[in-house]
């Protein structure tokens, strides 16, 4: 992707090592302006580098980043068209909320009168009108939240950057401010560019996704592809929940292939990848494809399971079920179809469609 100019931000071939550590390994993506973009990826991989090198706090080692089609190399972090916010939010208690926001442009220098319209209209845009004379203090952690971003989007960046800013929070708050993060960020048409390691928040959030894993991008795409296509085993197995076996290939047909699990199970099921007749493989079926009891069984791969207990949680209930060789499953409970027959120790049938697995060659 060349440096076109309605991407916000273009990063090619970018590395970062810390001695003979590489932290970010030959990284390349551009984000088109107005989006939504999360890099996911477990604790370690280097997604804070990344950030850190874009925000200007970081020298790449090599390779060169883009804002607005203007190379930032050389270019310092309070220069850069961006701004951070962390998940340990910087506000300072002393000021109230207006006092706050008015940070940064009183050290641009902007005038009093023009400050008091921009606090006006951000504190209005981020659902917080009344608060300008609010103590830090008196506010919930959401709220905290807010004014956060509002401090950040009040400089008009380019970019805004945003790192694990939910992962104070607790839970009930953190699904609320997913939902709020992206009301907000579609009504304000700033370039977000968000880490974390919750593939839910990435997935609820974003117009694109890219998994990072030991400084690679492993897969970049929609939260939809992410999920219903992975392209490698690590991207199966973070995002979303998925039962897994291993096995043999013992047959190719076509985009399918036939693998026979260290069960003896023989499943067909798609391929991504590599793989070959005689080879070890991995197969990955996400708890909601498995069908309970199915009526039409045509074309499915059917097999028995033993109910070992329900995991209640409302419209996410599933059971955990076990294999004749002990061989532990997720099945998701549907909601559109009432299941209260089952019990535990229960044996049922289960079948899911050859479509809804995907096999990749064994790792190494």
């Known amino acids: 992707m060349g440096p076109s ?3 916000d931000l273009s990063v090619s ?16 993506f551009a984000v088109p302006q107005g989006s939504f973009f999360s890099i996911l990826g477990p604790s370690g991989c280097g997604k804070t580098t990344l950030l850190r090198m874009i925000a ?3 020298e790449p080692t090599s390779g060169n980043i883009m804002i607005r089609g203007k190379d930032m190399a050389g270019v310092g972090p309070n220069l850069r068209p961006v701004n951070l916010v962390f998940q340990h939010l910087a506000l300072f208690p002393m000021m109230n909320v207006e006092e706050n926001i008015a940070f940064g442009l009183r050290r641009r220098k902007v005038d009093s009168a023009t400050i008091k319209k ?41 970019v805004l950057l945003l790192d694990e800013p939910l992962g104070a929070l607790d839970l009930k708050l953190r699904e609320q401010m997913k939902v709020e993060l992206k009301k907000l960020q579609a009504k304000v048409g700033t370039t977000f560019v968000y880490i974390t390691h919750d593939q839910s928040e990435a997935l609820v959030m974003s117009d694109r996704v890219v998994v990072m894993n030991q400084g690679r991008f492993e897969q970049l795409g929609t939260p939809q592809e992410l999920y219903g296509q992975p392209l ?19 047959e190719m047909s076509g985009a399918d292939a036939i693998i026979r699990t260290d069960e003896g199970f023989i499943f067909r099921s ?3 990848g590599e793989v070959t007749v005689g080879r070890r493989a991995d197969l990955f079926l996400r708890p909601e494809t ?6 039409d069984k045509e074309g499915l791969n059917i097999f028995n399971v033993t109910v070992k207990t329900i995991l209640f949680d409302g419209a996410n209930s599933r059971l955990l079920t076990v294999t004749p060789e002990d061989h ?8 559109n179809r009432r299941f209260d027959y089952i019990q535990p120790g229960q044996t049922i049938e289960v079948g899911w469609h050859p479509e809804a697995g995907v096999c990749f060659a064994a790792g190494d």
């Open 56 to 58: 200007g706090f970081e």
């Open 328 to 335: 532990e499953l997720l099945v998701a409970l549907p909601q």
């Open 270 to 272: 798609r391929v991504q």
């Open 5 to 7: 100019m309605n991407n």
């Open 13 to 28: 071939n970018l590395v970062k090592k810390f001695g003979d550590f590489t932290a970010v390994d030959n990284v390349t």
């Open 118 to 158: 921009k606090i006006e209209a951000i504190l209005e845009r981020v659902g917080l009108p009344d608060y300008a004379k609010h103590q830090i203090g008196q506010l919930s952690g959401g709220q905290k939240q807010r004014v956060a971003i509002a401090r950040s989007l009040v400089l008009e960046p380019s």
């Open 290 to 295: 498995l069908r309970i009891q199915p009526e």
């Open 232 to 250: 490698t085993p690590f991207v199966a197995q973070f995002v979303g929940d998925n039962n897994l076996w291993s096995g043999e290939i013992t």
